[in-house]
């Protein structure tokens, strides 16, 4: 079977928010970072009745991204409201992607990401990471897929980040940090962050309202994320471009 790419945690606390980005990043839409070739292809992976699909934003069938609001909205019902908020009209934005895997036609897991201009290569930053937790193991999975479809996509050297959300009790979040650790993530750095709109969503519950709130960024270089994924798609077929 051919292979790469990876998969998300239960939680959504991997979710990053396009706000924290690191300063020298430009967001480049998925029209300019293939010039020659055109629009970004569709990246797919099939195992065991379970399709990972590869979207540019502006590719995503409405049915699809409506399943993935209602699977967003699931996970995180009993979070902090600002969890539950998702901008739609920004995770489709035109510098975007979004991965999803699907099971008879409904979303189990999903996420979004950004691509970012850095020294002539790209950087993505992945966000809203969530699963409905009916398939285990699709975390690592669907992350490798995103960061495999966009290394081809684009042509030149691809890294990543996440930002992890610690848990109130101190505790970073452990699903989303494993999924990333598989996904071919390593720790970079906690950051202590003041609470404002733009990541509110990165605030667990209303009695912290502490005024900041505790994250850690984890990042992969290229190499990292091409490793990982011949390891944790190697039981996932690779399939060719076609509409979910």
């Known amino acids: 079977m051919n292979s790469v790419a990876p998969s998300i945690p239960r939680d959504g606390g991997a979710a990053t928010n396009p706000s924290m980005r690191l300063p020298g990043r430009t967001v480049v839409p998925a029209g300019q970072t293939e010039p020659v070739r055109g629009p970004a292809p569709v990246g797919q992976w099939h ?3 379970i399709k990972i699909v590869v979207y ?6 409405p049915r699809a991204a409506g399943g993935y609001v209602v699977l967003h909205a699931g996970t995180l019902h009993a979070s902090h409201a600002y969890l539950s908020a998702l901008n739609m009209v920004e995770v ?11 099971r008879g036609g409904h979303v189990e897991a999903g996420l979004y990401f950004s691509r970012m201009a850095v020294d002539g290569t790209f950087e993505l930053m992945i966000m809203g990471l969530v699963s409905s937790g ?10 490798a897929a995103a960061a495999i479809a966009e290394i081809v996509r684009a042509g030149v050297p691809v890294s990543a980040r996440a930002i992890v959300r610690v848990m109130p009790d101190g505790e970073v ?9 598989k996904a071919g993530f390593f720790p970079v750095r906690f950051a202590s962050n003041d609470i404002t709109p733009e990541h509110a969503h990165l605030h667990l519950s209303a009695s912290e309202y502490d005024g900041r709130f505790l994250t850690l960024e984890m990042a992969a270089t290229h190499a990292d994320l091409i490793a990982a994924a011949e390891r944790t798609l190697a039981d996932w077929s690779r399939a060719g471009s076609s509409d979910a």
């Open 47 to 49: 195992r065991d009745g």
């Open 56 to 61: 540019d934003a502006s590719a995503v069938p």
């Open 92 to 102: 489709l934005s035109g510098g975007n992607g979004m991965a999803l895997a699907l």
């Open 134 to 143: 009916a398939v285990p193991g699709l975390a690592a999975p669907l992350v």
């Open 173 to 181: 979040n452990a699903p989303s940090s494993k999924a990333l650790s």
